[in-house]
């Protein structure tokens, strides 16, 4: 069974520090992996995607990560900001069918000053 | 601005009531998709569809019906069947394929639905 698991389920940081959130997964056929940040009551919004050739990404003060031998990635942010407080939601793709995505319960983030 | 717009934003339903939740794209996409998200779940696909006039059930359709008979709308109706309506429903869209920007999926801000 596909299955995306995120760690941890929720995290506070200091205004200015750094965190990393964690996604593991079983998806296969993998195609591509996305990370999502999604504000409260919002739709998700893409930050990165990681095919199986890279595995390192980044957007600004987000930087993704990816093993494909391992399963697992990695989204790091550095020098939060307040307006990083959101969920951040790890969804993969498998490329055996038609837009086959699975979605990770998310990290929720809370950054305060 | 392209975009997807849903609508309402919030919707109260009586219990019994059946309700229509609106979902329109401009941005040209052929496939479009509704989720359901539940506190500490990930999204759940109800429904989706990859052209105009056809779409396939998700994982949790029971109590749920679309249409799609224009490309930029897809309407999900909530009826009476769904036990438990009470989430936030997000509308989606992508173009289909395999080439790699084709497999972002835009996500609409999304409706509340409460079940008093």
């Known amino acids: 069974k596909n299955q995306v698991e995120q760690s941890p389920q929720s995290l506070i940081i200091l205004e200015g520090k750094n965190c990393t959130l964690q996604?593991?997964?079983?998806?296969?056929?993998?195609?591509?992996l996305r990370w999502y940040k999604q504000d409260t009551g919002r739709g998700p919004v893409s930050l990165t995607i990681?095919?199986?050739?890279?595995n390192t990404k980044s957007n600004g003060r987000y930087t993704a990560t990816l093993d494909a031998d391992t399963k697992q990635s990695s989204l790091h942010i550095t020098a939060s900001q307040l307006s990083d407080s959101a969920s951040y939601i790890c969804v993969v793709r498998n490329s055996g069918g038609y837009q086959k995505v699975t979605f990770g319960t998310g990290t929720k983030l809370q950054v305060i000053p | 601005d392209g975009g997807i717009t849903q609508s309402p934003k919030y919707l109260f339903r009586k219990e019994g009531q059946n309700v229509t939740l609106s979902c329109e794209q401009n941005l040209n996409h052929d496939a479009m998709y509704w989720y359901r998200q539940d506190p500490g779940q990930g999204l759940r696909l109800i429904y989706y569809s990859q052209i105009v006039n056809d779409f396939q059930k998700g994982d949790i359709a029971e109590g749920y019906s679309v249409s799609r008979e224009k490309k930029e709308s897809f309407p999900l109706t909530v009826t009476s069947a769904q036990k438990n309506p009470t989430a936030f429903y997000l509308c989606?869209?992508?173009?289909?394929?395999?080439?790699?920007?084709?497999?972002?999926?835009?996500f609409g801000e999304g409706s509340w639905l409460t079940v008093v």
């Open positions: 996604c593991n997964y079983t998806v296969s056929p993998f195609s591509n």
């Open positions: 989606a869209s992508s173009i289909p394929g395999q080439r790699l920007s084709g497999n972002t999926i835009y």
């Open positions: 990681m095919t199986f050739s890279e």
